[in-house]
């Protein structure tokens, strides 16, 4: 999604082929090997898939998804065994179980597994998370290889051939049970990941911190993200016990779980066809380089390293760079449509409104100890509704922990705050986020890969109501929201000025425009309290003057803003108020001109008045 | 007694898995990529190691050498070839696939230019295992008590060797302080003067010759095999995570906690389940310390 | 089904003098269990290359499809189905691995093509008869069932001992040869006075032999991979207990004889072939040919790469008795062998039946025993 912004995905475009594939199908193939390829492909693919969901859009490396996929593989094989087929095993209790009804048990079985591995990717990140699922997929296995009442441990569970009344369903039927499955697999998955559901998992990704300041529950997603995941990985496992109708531990070792992350990242992440075309290529290049017999590992290790060199980003990458040699990426259809229809859009209509006092900020008696340190100490502060207030002070003086206090990525060791009376103490981050508090960050914090538009539209999260079946199914309420955000979103990069890098991605900005890029993105969430952190830094004069007429007409539509700033001009002219923070405490604050000849505050940023100055010449 | 000798064969294993923690956790402290081939470099030691000193017939301590200095020239082709275009293309992937590619080139040239076999290794200090606190027989030879191999203690004595040496070599030098000031922050680190890609090349080729010779110490007491670093490699991840990822020491507790619970819960629990409990005070580590026993949390400043 | 079985006589009839027959042969040539798979695959080149020399089957050339399965279940099933609808082999030899037989055979019965198992005690072979439909596997290898009781035979028939501690790896083949033992010992009143398990790559075994000895065990029944067992029997020095060791087959690898050392001398299994016994032209230039050919005196597992030097050869036989190499055809030779069969690992009068497809009993079976790193016959009877 993100390398290709804006744009349809390959697989969008072959959707017509894929419908035709199974009718074309039989009359091409009538070789029980080719069949059996194809069958296999299709099931790993949806493993694949699962797996995507974490490493490419959540960007957690899993290599512990052979345990999931064996939950559900078991789970259905346990069900399902008969004990004619399984004499001289040590299975307790034999509930054969038609195959289609020991799929939802499997598939809910592995969604739980999946939930549980959602508490330590919470905690943990990277290699960290890595190990973690090594080590949960290490569990699962060995728990099914000594479990033998439940799975006849290594001896494996032999399955009765899946039949359609006494039709037998294997060879190119089980094609025909397991196609449209995939399929459909293919289908929800590539709605929800080019969905605000997918910009909320690679939000997350990017920065989490930006994601839950833009309204985004970094907890909720990413368990999720880790559910649907388990649950596509049991529902394919449910496929594999059938696919050789036998079961047996050392299937889903470690080495299961790496073959798959190579084919994921070998076909090319966040993409479907990519998933498909990765694991074609596992499943049929042992075959392809038998030629090559035992010497064959090394010829595939020696590809992977070649394809890192020239396809980082897989097969699927290469396949859309040539595709864009021929097609090159043409926004120009879309940016007049949405021109269109963004005309007329005023997002800084309505900010004022809604209930709550007249206080839009309010902090009483705030202190921020980290440790030893107090950051932020016994703060008072106000901010009127439609003021602006100025927050400056030397560095290091507690000015954006503030800003971070109120966010709520940090919680006050002591004090109040309160937002239009709400008092804010319970609310975490992402929940001040939907009551209205945006904000920009100091140190840039924007979702790198996503393109411009993207950025702003994980800005506009709260205003989706879609469920995530609704999305799922590209049900019209789903679409219809999707679109009015693509709109609402290129209407606040015009308001910035951004408009002509809609489709770019974010990291190739340059820094000026990054900076308008957070600020609409902030604008996204229709706040009513902006907290702007340094929004000029390292900017040059006339994109500071840019900056500035921004923040007036902002002002001038009745926003609150909290503004943190060391260019004092920009600060004292537009300021109707200004607070001055030294080493964490208030040392000076009332009108601009007062705070400014201030002798305290001068003292604060210059230092003492030199007593016998001799000025060197 | 038995307890005793439990734990001499638990703490004789976990001091392989700490150095080859030790390992990942060089590299991992100055690229910030986790080497999933270290494993078959340990398995590269042994074999170059049993090949130069079983099958030719060198004086060990020429094999040793040997083994170092592949394992060095290793460490840096690893590095070379699939670790730097990774991180200069900035794929948030690529280096873990090229690890793992490098580790399938490794073994499987092992099994076509060596042998799919297992062989013995024997120890340049004798096979047999010395007889403590047993029984003196009337032939003047020793039954019962604890059996220890020689070996068992070299592994312990050289392992705790090599991670007391490069740790002092980081705090005392200053060749180891670059060596933290681009664990740190590498950025910063070469504004300052320090050469970060020659302070990367230097951990990796360290990394793999540590490995190389951890396959050295441990092949007496296991066996020479083109697969014997797999397992071992997997184990060693855990060892690190325990003791967390940036601390030289911690990989030394994290090993000896998983090479004694393993022991202890293969011989009082259960066989079958005995890497579980090391597994499982893992996750529960992590859930309340995610950087590990000795890790720092890193703070950014948001 | 029968789309196939058209296409496939079709094939054999339009072009009656085809160039070469197909034999499928696969098996772990890689991995963990690669030193057995090697020494299989090695016997069957031996002997392909005998059979070619001397003018091939019928009149045509073998060519053998080897093919790598990685000791991997699903492997296994993708390879057969190649075997079967992409190659058109007449016959499969292999493989080493239970779970990969288990996994695979079943497309060999309905392909309706013979398979001889050379190496996998565990595998389905028998147990497809009830199964229903047609059994097209066969198998010139001890199985489990055989084995373990020659072991038991052994340890308390013949060596008299009355307490047996059980230890055996957790792969299938281990636990296979786990529940066998102990169904051997039942039958004779026993009860194993320990049970445990390793798992391989295991080098350790202090814990399970400390068990076993405090649990009053007088003899040690292994079941396991020669490098696992090797470690048992090192385990066993370590703790300073002199202890028989008797187990499957697998006892007579070089991994174990090499790595044991001097731990593993006594230690006994039944055997089909005793490199260390060899009688008779036919098995000398067996072994003569194989450290010529392969450079590796004393063969790695030379169990394996005897029994697949047979089964190659009496594949052959039966393609010849049926004149043909149509599955079903040369089932029903293997099933029905006019002539005696003589191989390395012994002479075969009707192994095989319809109604059993399990070509080694006990009359050809030897004791063999570990001492001063080969392996001999053992003296005990």
């Not at chain 2, 047993?134 to 312990?156: C, F, K, M, R, W």
């Not at chain 3, 042969?25 to 002997?47: F, I, Q």
């Amino acid at each position: 999604m993100s390398a290709a912004p804006a744009s349809r995905s390959v697989l969008s475009r072959l959707w017509p082929v894929l419908l035709l594939l199974p009718l074309v199908l039989p009359r091409a193939i009538d070789n029980g090997y080719y069949v059996g390829l194809l069958n296999r492909i299709l099931v790993y693919a949806i493993l694949v898939a699962s797996l995507d969901l974490v490493v490419g859009y959540i960007g957690d490396v899993s290599i512990g998804h052979a345990g999931l996929f064996a939950i559900g593989a078991y789970t259905v094989a346990v069900l399902t065994a008969s004990p004619n087929l399984n004499t001289e095993s040590s299975i307790a209790h034999f509930y054969q179980l038609p195959f289609g009804v020991a799929l939802v048990p499997a598939v809910l079985l592995t969604a739980f597994a999946g939930f549980l591995l959602g508490f330590p990717a919470l905690r943990s990140s990277g290699p960290y998370l890595a190990v973690i699922t090594i080590v949960y997929g290490l569990i699962i296995y060995t728990f099914i290889n000594e479990q033998e009442a439940i799975t006849n441990g290594t001896k494996g569970i032999t399955l009765e051939s899946l039949k359609l009344g006494t039709m037998s369903l294997r060879g190119i039927r089980y094609f025909y049970v397991v196609y449209p499955v995939l399929v459909a697999v293919m289908f929800l998955v590539h709605n929800v990941t080019h969905s605000f559901w997918g910009r909320a998992f690679e939000a997350i990704k990017y920065s989490a911190v930006a994601a839950e300041c833009c309204g985004i529950s970094r907890a909720y997603f990413k368990v999720a993200a880790f559910v649907l995941s388990a649950a596509l990985a049991g529902l394919a496992g449910g496929f594999f016990a059938q696919l050789d109708s036998y079961v047996a531990p050392n299937t889903f070792a470690y080495n299961f779980s790496v073959e798959f992350l190579i084919a994921l990242i070998f076909g090319g992440v966040r993409s479907v066809a990519g998933n498909i075309i990765g694991v074609a290529l596992i499943v049929t290049l042992p075959d392809l380089f038998s030629r090559f017999n035992d010497y064959r590992l090394m010829v595939y290790g020696t590809l992977l390293l070649l394809v890192l060199y020239f396809m980082p980003e897989g097969v699927v990458g290469i396949i859309r760079k040539v595709w864009r040699r021929f097609r090159p990426l043409d926004h120009s259809a879309e940016r007049a449509q949405l021109e269109r229809q963004s005309e007329g859009i005023n997002v800084l209509a309505g900010l004022n409104e809604g209930a709550g006092g007249p206080e839009a900020l309010q902090l009483k008696g705030v202190e921020m100890r980290f440790g030893g340190l107090v950051a932020v100490r016994d703060l008072t502060m106000d901010i009127r509704r439609g003021a602006v207030r100025g927050l400056i002070g030397p560095n290091g003086s507690g000015k954006s922990t503030t800003v971070n206090v109120l966010t709520g990525l940090y919680t006050p060791t002591a004090g109040k705050l309160l937002s239009f009376g709400e008092d804010l103490g319970p609310l975490r981050t992402f929940q001040r986020a939907r009551r209205g508090i945006a904000r920009t960050f100091q140190n840039l914090q924007l979702f790198a890969d996503l393109s411009v538009l993207e950025n702003v539209m994980v800005g506009l999260h709260p205003s989706f109501k879609s469920s995530l079946l609704e999305v799922a199914l590209r049900l019209p309420r789903a679409r219809a929201e999707e679109r009015a955000a693509r709109v609402r979103a290129y209407a606040l990069l015009k308001f910035v000025g951004l408009e002509q890098a809609a489709f770019e991605r974010a990291r190739n900005l340059a820094y000026g425009q990054a900076r308008l890029l957070e600020i609409a993105r902030a604008l996204a969430l229709s706040p009513r309290l902006l907290l702007l952190d340094e929004p000029a830094a390292g900017l040059t004069a006339g994109e500071i003057g840019a900056i500035n007429s921004l923040i007036q007409r902002m002002k001038a539509a009745g926003l609150s803003i909290l503004l943190i700033e060391h260019h004092m001009d920009m600060v004292m002219a537009i300021s109707d108020e200004v607070t001055v923070l030294d080493f964490g405490k208030k040392i000076a604050e009332g009108r601009p001109a007062v705070v400014q000849s201030d002798p305290v505050v001068v003292e604060a940023y210059l230092g003492k008045h030199p007593t016998s100055a001799a000025v060197p010449a | 007694m038995q307890t005793l000798q439990l734990l001499i064969s638990g703490i004789a294993q976990g001091m392989i898995y700490a150095l080859v923690a030790f390992g990942y956790n060089i590299t991992f402290s100055t690229s910030k990529t986790l080497n999933f081939s270290l494993g078959n470099f340990l398995m590269l030691g042994g074999v170059v190691g049993f090949v130069l000193y079983m099958t030719r017939g060198y004086p060990f301590a020429a094999a040793l050498a040997a083994v170092i200095v592949v394992g060095a020239i290793g460490g840096a082709i690893l590095l070379k070839v699939g670790i730097e275009p990774s991180l200069r293309q900035r794929n948030a992937y690529g280096w873990i696939l090229a690890t793992l590619a490098v580790g399938i080139i490794l073994r499987n040239g092992a099994e076509v230019f060596w042998s799919t076999d297992d062989f013995k290794f024997r120890s340049p200090l004798g096979d047999s295992p010395l007889r403590l606190f047993g029984h003196h027989e009337a032939d003047g030879s020793v039954s019962g008590g604890l059996g220890v191999y020689p070996q068992e203690l070299l592994i312990i004595a050289v392992s705790l060797a090599i991670v007391g040496v490069v740790e002092t070599f980081k705090k005392v030098t200053v060749f180891g302080k670059a060596v933290q000031a681009v664990s740190e922050d590498k950025d910063t680190a070469s504004l300052m003067g320090i050469d970060q890609k020659f302070v990367i090349l230097f951990s990796f080729m360290l990394s793999t010759a540590i490995a190389c010779v951890a396959g050295v110490l441990v092949a007496p007491i296991t066996l020479v095999s083109a697969t014997m670093g797999t397992v071992l490699g997997v184990k060693a991840y855990s060892a690190s995570i325990i003791g967390g990822l940036e601390s030289g020491y911690g990989a030394v507790v994290g090993g000896l906690f998983l090479g004694i619970s393993e022991s202890l819960t293969a011989r009082f629990i259960s066989t079958g389940y005995k890497d579980v409990p090391g597994f499982v005070v893992l996750i529960l580590l992590l859930l309340f310390k995610p950087s590990g026993l000795f890790g720092r949390a890193a703070i950014r400043k948001v | 089904m029968n789309r196939r079985a058209v296409w496939t006589a079709a094939l054999l009839l339009a072009v009656p003098a085809m160039a070469d027959i197909k034999i499928g042969v696969y098996g772990p040539y890689t991995g963990g269990s690669a030193g057995m798979g090697v020494s299989m695959r090695n016997g069957v080149d031996l002997a392909a290359e005998e059979i070619n020399a001397a003018g091939g089957i019928l009149g045509q050339k073998v060519v053998l499809v080897k093919r790598d399965d990685e000791a991997k279940n699903e492997r296994g099933a993708q390879i057969m189905q190649e075997f079967i609808d992409k190659e058109h082999v007449a016959g499969v030899l292999g493989p080493i691995n239970t779970g990969v037989a288990d996994n695979s055979t079943r497309y060999a019965n309905e392909g309706k093509v013979p398979v001889v198992i050379n190496a996998s005690a565990g595998a389905k072979v028998n147990e497809y008869f009830a199964q229903g439909g047609d059994n097209y596997i066969f198998r010139i290898a001890a199985a489990d069932p055989l084995q373990t009781e020659l072991t038991v035979r052994e340890a308390i028939d013949v060596r008299k001992y009355k307490k047996p501690a059980v230890l055996c790896d957790d792969t299938n083949y281990g636990q296979g040869g786990r529940a066998k033992l102990e169904t051997a010992l039942t039958k004779r009143g026993i009860k194993p006075v320990y049970v445990g398990k390793f798992k391989i790559k295991d080098t350790d075994m202090t814990a399970q032999v400390q068990e076993a000895k405090a649990a009053g065990a007088d003899v040690l029944l292994v079941w396991g991979i020669g490098p696992e067992l090797a470690a048992v029997a090192n385990s066993l020095d370590r703790v300073g207990w002199k202890v028989d060791m008797i187990g499957g087959w697998t006892l007579s690898m070089s991994a174990f004889i090499n790595n044991a050392g001097k731990n593993g001398n006594g230690a006994t299994s039944p055997l089909t072939f005793i490199e260390g016994d060899i009688s008779g032209a036919k098995q000398k230039k067996f072994v003569d040919d194989y450290h010529k050919r392969f450079n590796e005196k004393p063969i790695a597992v030379a169990v394996a790469a005897a029994q697949g030097y047979d089964s190659i050869y009496l594949l052959k036989q039966a393609i010849e008795q049926a004149k043909s190499t149509e599955g079903a055809k040369v089932k029903a030779a293997l099933e029905n062998l006019d002539k005696p069969f003589v191989g390395v690992t012994g002479t075969y009068s009707k192994p095989f039946s319809a109604t059993n497809h399990e070509a080694v009993t006990a009359d050809q079976m030897k004791m063999g025993v570990v001492k001063d790193g080969s392996v001999v016959l053992s003296a005990k009877k």
